[in-house]
């Protein structure tokens, strides 16, 4: 399973940014995924997950700013970044739960896309 993200690049404060992240390969479902980011010298954070029958989740400093969907036809995740502030600047990783043929679940990560938020 290989997940690609996309989307990331330099905004200015107060403005928005899409990113997407795609899962392609051999499974059986894939029941939950997730954006995190990172900063320089910062811990990896949770941002936004969205999870079958729990549905979605934010972290503090995001909600009423960002939005996670999935398009499950197309096992994509989006993460709509709106009004963002210098903070949120880092590389944003994207992750899946996958449940494989054997019904046994896997963790998977993207690539990372860099976002930068400055004037």
């Known amino acids: 399973v290989q997940l690609q993200a996309s989307g990331g690049g330099l905004v200015q404060p107060g403005e928005s940014l899409r990113l997407s992240c795609g899962a392609s390969?051999?499974?059986?479902?894939?029941?939950?995924m997730s954006w995190y980011r990172q900063a320089p010298g910062k811990q990896r954070e949770l941002v936004a997950s969205d999870t079958d029958g729990e549905g979605t989740r934010y972290a503090d400093s995001v909600k009423g700013r960002f939005t996670i969907s999935r398009d499950k036809s197309k096992n994509t995740v989006y993460l709509q970044m709106n009004r963002m502030k210098p903070e949120d600047s880092a590389v944003y990783l994207c992750?899946?739960?996958?449940?494989?043929?054997?019904?046994?679940?896997?963790?998977?990560w993207g690539q990372g896309t860099q976002v930068t938020v400055s004037s």
């Open positions: 992750h899946a739960n996958v449940e494989d043929w054997k019904l046994e679940y896997d963790e998977y």
């Open positions: 390969g051999t499974f059986f479902a894939i029941p939950a």
